[in-house]
């Protein structure tokens, strides 16, 4: 039986990495190993179940079936660029590199390869310049757009003024986490709100010393950027000090199930953004249950579904489906490639009514992406933990991020990038 | 008394609480170091293993599940049952006795009279060995440890104290887990101590330690002798896989606290258990307290991981041999 | 019979004293380099540059670095990250500072700062031996780690905090940036390295060589014979880090072209060089490259069996290549202590009377 079974996946494994007819190949650049892997597994999960769904329903996108390559990157750059290297012979149309290194590799690289990098909500904030980032796409937020987010949100929460309050920045000490200090520098010279950063050194597994710190100075609000293990610790560390939860703010990165779980009910009322909405009850969900995971297709043991990473991950499967759908339209091929792939993005349009149709109604927000822009709207949505039910609740509608306090430090960044790197900027 | 002098006191606090965390890694290294001279690499790893092991056990995982799921085309995840925490322990000492017993037939037995470096390498291969079975036994995931530890500040010590100070003092904050791990590291240290003075394993233990050839001539057996030394050396990981699982989850992460303890283990001697104690207690206090006095303040924060280096290579110019550590005797 | 060393006459003493005074290991070196140099960069294609072939020359260059201090003169060394992060770091700053000299001029010069900084940490290998020592090199990974991400002016403040290597031109051919062809990646790793080995070849065969041997096998003894322990230990430490900075400079040009200090030059890459100096055979050149060949090529080839080949879950694949390589060090030591060096020294002998038993 077992041996039979390998044969069977042997068999499986060889024909499916023989060269069939037209298809249209995504890598999944996954994590589903490593310190990182609790939120890689349901982000790959949604990614790929999206896929296969619409293999099942649709037989793929425009007719032509979507080939899914997965490869393990560990969260590892080196790995990450092996990915790319053993994947993009195949066909590759448009990759999703999910960690801030292995970004930084692909976008020279990529662009020199001419096939299309999604950052969604990560990686490096000024491709939102598609002048000078013709092939990276950084839709529908980035972290710049998160940090004014969250300083609108507490506008908000403070009915406009935030002059003499303060607030504490805890950020994993590397280029992530250092990535909102410049927006919210800004932000605090505008609105009069005080800015103290604590750095946490990776992994942070030992934060004592920071929230002694934030216990001591006592600020209004804690915003966080941080990632893996350091998440766990920081809310279990804040429940510990008594600091108000729900003046505890993460980024769209530490705000999933697992962040939260582990310190119980003591991270109740801690707040995230998001990106994109979660609701267990979309339709799109029973579609991929029936369909997918009934038929035995489910990328991982299905236990995901919902939570906020695979829905993240299924939202990024459905925005690239429909750059696909839409590279078909704008030339009139089913069988599209990378570069025509990169057009249906730089064009694509996203609509309340599209989403409903594809039973994600509300996932995300509204945006249209141009030859200048490819960042979207910014938008994001605050949410909470309510730990007795273990569920993230959206508690705002998407919130607009300051564009006239971002769009120059893009600009700027951008601009300093091309100088760098002999680049005229232009359309394609 | 200034608020600010307070605030120093209570960085010391937590930086003797975190000490004590830091030094129930480093028992583990100690004690293998001590009776084998083998420099441990995988005690991280260890404290991952066991308490993966014991959140696997009390939850009623079913080991190799996924690997069970991709060969048979199963659905299985869980027995769907609920071990209680005391019987989950036991079993996951149980668990951690064969894996000594394995680790000493398998690959240390056929490695006696090596040189140190050989044998930390090999411990290298089984951390990277531990590391791949077990993601594969129960996955990587986070697991949340429910084993009834306390947890957040006590009540009573911020109230007991906030008299102490002005208005912008609040008292004292004191973790409730912290203190667990101190009463728990005060029990297992003078456990061990107990042990290797008074029953006739322990003293056997320590005869091999202080020389292995001749302890062997009067009898005792080298064999088991490491496999217990292992074996003891799985309950201090798995004594620190909870202290600090209970914190962060079980996750892959818990393998890195290996890393904490290594300036320990400079500072207070590879061979020496109260050297790993107060070795932990100085670098626990030293790097929380330039941390609040020059690190945030002056250096930009997060300075807590090079300055316990820094702090143990100071020492050891000083004392090359760390603080309790044997005296190297050097002869041609 | 395969391999002889009977009817190889010398006739003068530079003959003797050559680099490989064996026939057959003359005629074995130039094969392997007019390969090397002569076939390979016809056939290269992106992928077996970029994952293979340049993380293998480079971690061989950081390698034979380390098994000088370690191999040769016994001092172990978990600070190879931070090292090559000076040589990376060292490399960023002459390039973007002086971008008409010439980037080869860069990476030598990059190695030559990572030797200053090197020797520097070296100090405390006066007092401090044994694992003590290999901790203490810790310090030096933590700091220097700490250092890069948190002073603007190493990463020229820019606002990722990371470094980018621009495109840079070595006889008309760009050798970094994304537009460089597979062969001229390959040919200017492959050009550090040869000169690399060569130097460590002839340096350990020398009087220095001798020297840092003397301290390793005995420090005290080699002290009273008349070895000075201070200049052995710091020219092997300094020595060491240029080759360990030159492939942190490589690492980051060449391979990488945008490297995140933490990350990429992180506790992981000094554990990782130190495992392929002792899986490779401590004191041994022929090991640097076999640990270094072992150790990127391994798992690359077992996700290739797994993935591709079994069409197994990329998870449990990656699960099993932990298990495997962990397995496989164990297996190795045990059956060889010394490293995969002395395996193919007694692979020699073997060859020697084969097929004949006797």
Known sequence: MKMKKLAAMALAGTMAAAPAMAELVIPDLSYRTGPYAAGGTPFSDGYQDYFNLLNARDGGIGGEAIRIVECETGYNTEKGVECYESTKGEGALIYQPLSTGITYQLIPKATVDEIPIHTMGYGRTSAANGEVFNWVFNYPANYWDAASVMVNYLLDENGGDLSGKSIALVYHNSAYGKEPIRTLEELSAMHGFELSQLAVDHPGQEQKSQWLQIRRERPDYVLMWGWGVMNQVAVQEAANIGFPMENFIGNWWAGAEHDVTPAGAGADGYKSLNMNRVDASLPVFDEIRT?????????????????????RGMYAAMLASEAIANAQDIHGVTDVTAAMVRDGMASLEITEARMAELGMSQIGPEFSVSCENHGGSGLGIVQQWNAADGQWVALTDYIAPDDSVIDPLIAADSAAFAAENNIEPGCL | MSADFLYGIEVVLNGLMAGVLYALVALGFVLIYKASGIFNYAQGVMALFSALTLAGIMSGQVPFAHLINAIFGTDIHYFGWNVPVLAAIILTLVVMVIFAWCVQRFVFRHLVGQEPIILFMATIGLAYFLEGVGDLMWGSDIKTLAVGLPQGGSLWVEDATSGLGGDDFYGFFIDKLDMVATVVAIILVAGLIAFSQYTKQGRAMRAVADDHQAALSVGISLNFIWVLVWSLAGLVALVAGIMWGAKSGVQFSLSLIALKALPVLMLGGFTSIPGAIVGGLIIGVGEKLFEYLIGAPFLGGATENWFAYVLALLFLVFRPQGLFGERIIERV | MLYREAGDFKTTYVADSQTFPLKLDRIGFWVTMAVA?????FVINDYWASSLLVPFLIYAIAAIGLNILTGYCGQVSLGTGGFMAVGAYACYKLMTSFPDINIMIHI????????????????????????????ATLAAQFFLVWLFNKVAWFYNYSASGQINAPERLVAGVAVTGPSTPAWAQYLICLFFVTLCALIARNLTRGTIGRSWMAIRDMDIAAEIIGVNPLKAKLTAFAVSSFFVGIAGALFFSVYLGA????????????????????????????????????????????????VDVMGWPTDLVAHFQLVIVGALIMFFLIKEPHGLAQLWRLAKEKLRLWPFPY
Do not use: C
Request: proline share 3%; charged share 10%.
């Open chain 1, 291 to 311: 369909l997918v995971h009934e038929a035995g297709n489910a990328a991982g043991d299905g236990s995901n579904m919902g939570s906020v990473l695979y829905t």
């Open chain 3, 37 to 41: 140099w002569l076939v390979i960069p």
């Open chain 3, 259 to 306: 490297v995140e200090v933490g990350e990429v030059f992180g506790i992981q890459k000094s554990f990782l060089v130190l495992f392929m100096i002792i899986i490779g055979g401590l004191g041994s050149i022929f090991g640097s490259f076999a640990g270094a060949a072992f150790l990127v090529l391994l798992p690359v080839a077992l996700k290739w069996i797994g």
């Open chain 3, 108 to 135: 030598v010069l990059a190695g030559g700062i990572t030797a200053i900084v090197g020797a520097a940490f070296g100090l405390p290998s006066l007092r401090i031996k044994g694992f003590y020592l290999a901790v």
